[in-house]
C-alpha cells in the first residue's frame, strides 16, 4: 500500500531547515552549570541555530578538505557549502554549486566572477563557470522545469526578499 513510507529519508538538515522555516524565532532555552550553584540560562531561536549548524557544516567540510587536500569529495563540499552560507546571507557564491527554482524556472544563483577563478573553481569543486551553467540545464530538463533566462542578479534577489518580508 503506497503512502505508508517516507519517498524521502529523514535527515537532519531537514528537520533543521523546517524549525528555522516555520519556527524561527522561538526559543531554544538551556541551563548551564557555569555562573554559580544556580547556573545560567542560555537562550537563541531556531533561525540561530540553522545559521550556527550551516556554519559547522562548512568548517568540518573545510577541515576534511585540508586534512586530505586530494579528496574531491571533501574540496566540492567545502566549496558548496561556503557557497550555500553566501547564498543564505543574500550574497553571490563563489564556485558556482548552487541552483534555485522558483515559478519562473531554474537558475544558477548569482556569482562573483571576481572572487575566485576557473582554476580554483576546477580544483575546489571540479568544474569551471561555464560548465555550471550548462549544468543548469541539465537540473532543469531532469525535473521537467525550464530554465530562467535571463537568470535574476542578486539585486533582483534582495529585493524579492526585502519585498516577501514586508507582505
Known amino acids: 500500500m503506497h503512502g505508508l513510507m517516507m519517498d524521502q529519508p ?3 538538515s531537514d528537520l533543521i531547515r523546517h524549525a528555522e522555516r516555520h519556527h524561527g524565532a522561538t526559543q531554544i532555552v538551556s541551563k548551564t552549570i557555569e555562573g554559580g550553584p544556580r547556573g545560567s540560562v542560555h537562550r537563541y531561536t ?3 541555530a540553522a545559521r550556527r549548524a550551516r556554519r559547522l557544516a562548512n568548517a568540518l567540510a573545510t577541515l576534511a578538505s585540508q586534512l ?7 574540496r566540492w563540499l ?9 547564498m543564505r546571507q543574500l550574497q553571490p557564491q563563489w564556485y558556482g554549486t548552487q541552483f534555485k ?17 576557473d582554476d580554483e ?9 561555464a560548465e555550471s551553467r550548462g549544468h543548469v540545464a541539465t537540473a532543469a530538463a531532469e525535473t ?21 518580508e514586508d507582505r
Open 10 to 12: 529523514l535527515l537532519i
Open 46 to 48: 531556531y533561525a540561530d
Open 68 to 74: 586530505e587536500p586530494g579528496n574531491k569529495h571533501y
Open 78 to 86: 567545502a566549496g558548496a557549502s561556503w557557497d550555500r552560507l553566501l
Open 101 to 117: 527554482g522558483d515559478a519562473r524556472g531554474m537558475y544558477l544563483y548569482p556569482v562573483a566572477t571576481d572572487a575566485v577563478t
Open 121 to 129: 573553481r576546477l580544483r575546489m569543486v571540479g568544474h569551471t563557470l
Open 144 to 164: 521537467g522545469m525550464p530554465v530562467r533566462d535571463p537568470a535574476p542578479t542578486i539585486e533582483d534577489l534582495r529585493r524579492e526578499a526585502e519585498q516577501a
